[in-house]
């Protein structure tokens, strides 16, 4: 059984940067694609970035390109998510997911309780 944890999330004022990172237990890398979703208040849940675990091909959501990026370190089985010029429209609750390679949630099987962030202008 896969086990996400992410971690990283806070406040902090457009232009900013995160790091988030989510941990995974129970996982083989050469199995799934990670994600990183997010969820605004009163807003549909979204993909923003995802990494075949594979081979490291990536794919963002136009709204992130050039601001986010997605890396993975397979030795400690965790995923990153950093993020960069930080806009108050990105301001959602931050989840790491396990699946399909999709942007679509419904792709994916494991999911994180998530990790708030706040983008203040």
């Known amino acids: 059984q896969v086990q996400l944890m992410e971690s990283g999330g806070g406040s902090v004022q457009a232009g900013g940067s995160l790091r988030l990172s989510c941990s995974a237990t129970g996982y083989t890398p050469s199995k799934y694609c990670m994600g990183w979703f997010r969820q605004a208040p009163g807003k549909e849940r979204e993909g923003v970035a995802l990494?075949?675990?594979?081979?490291?091909?990536?794919l963002y959501a136009d709204s992130v390109k050039g601001r986010f990026s997605i890396t993975q370190d397979n030795d400690k089985s965790m995923v990153f998510l950093e993020m960069t010029n930080l806009k108050v429209e990105d301001t959602a609750m931050y989840y790491c997911?396990?699946?399909?390679?999709?942007?679509?949630?419904?792709?994916?099987?494991?999911w994180g309780q998530g990790t708030q962030v706040t983008v203040s202008s």
């Open positions: 990494i075949d675990t594979r081979g490291g091909r990536t």
């Open positions: 997911a396990a699946g399909l390679c999709t942007s679509h949630p419904n792709g994916y099987n494991f």
